[in-house]
């Protein structure tokens, strides 16, 4: 199995994947922090232990980074599939690595656009350029298994 | 590398999971375009820049739609996992291509059947057949592994 | 492709991250026994198909339950993939075995604290617990593929 690793593609794909990972623990990290300063608990034993049921509540900016998490999921965790099977047909290095560091960047400006919430379009933007990677991926692999 | 999608069984694993991929995202691009369309959006910023504050609204179809792409989620991520390492699994072609097309169609079924509102229980019963290769996968594979 | 599942890290990776699975799929079914029990549907048709429009309506246990199946998407699916990865870099097995256990307890002592609402912190403990594996395979694939 460590051949896979061996592999440049691959081991680049798995770099910036790995990174990825982290930059969504980050997420879940940063809604834990604002929840407690903001005192917004979604669970009222959460509210009961940091105040009072009074604390069991929204709020606007604990719901933007629960929105900016759940976007990283509709998007990271297919890349992770799209990236390792684009990776077994056997695309140029330089190729590849254009592909996996374009969506990179896309996925960690799409995440500084929400949290900072920054002016549009750049968080659709962001978005739509990460996109870009994952739709020629796609067609990539239909077009190696014989679609 | 390029021997497992040499492999029959894994390569038409990876023919349906990118559709379901391509699927996946086709629901992000209808719940925004709905979200254009109702003039209801999550955040201040995309509100303001399409007509002013009031926009920041929930819409009862946007929410339809945001429950449809959570449901993949939940459901289709997981069949990436599994479909791939039951195609380890060395089962034959026809019973593997009969549990993802199952699959690929129940989940299709259930997309369609979210966004129009189908009369009930046609939602619970795609969910419910797509569910069942994604069991029995599950089995063979603990099977395999030596439960 | 069957070499993979011969090898002893990777097969115990295999069969917690099955279990996991299985327990993810249970989340879903609880959740949609509490929406019958409680009758508190997200979906006008199910409602009207369960007694009537007055349904369609949020209910606390519901929304807790799909906080706890939101929460394992988070954190089990990005473990299929560091998992996977981590057991390419040839661990030792005691060692690998270590982290997946640590991960699938933490798991399911974070599911039981949240449907159970158990006195904080042992929620947020088991999802702490639950993390440390994760980080510490993420390190060390960084380290592996040359960060």
Do not use: W
Request: with cysteine.
């Amino acid at each position: 199995m460590d051949a896979m690793l061996e592999n440049s593609v691959f081991s680049c794909f798995v770099f910036y994947s790995i990174l990825l990972i982290l930059k969504m623990y980050t997420m879940a990290v940063i809604t834990g922090q604002v929840r407690l300063r903001k005192k917004a608990f979604a669970n009222p034993e959460d509210a009961e232990r940091h105040g009072g049921a009074q604390f069991c509540r929204t709020d606007p900016y604990v719901e933007r980074c629960r929105r900016a998490h759940l976007n990283d999921l509709e998007n990271i965790l297919p890349f992770f599939f799209l990236g390792a099977i684009y990776s077994m047909t056997g695309p140029s290095l330089v190729i590849a690595q254009a592909h996996f560091l374009i969506f990179f960047l896309g996925r960690i400006i799409h995440s500084a656009a929400y949290l900072f919430a920054l002016k549009p379009p750049t968080r659709s933007l962001a978005y739509t350029i990460a996109q870009v990677p994952c739709i020629s991926m796609a067609i990539q692999i239909l077009l190696t298994v014989g679609f």
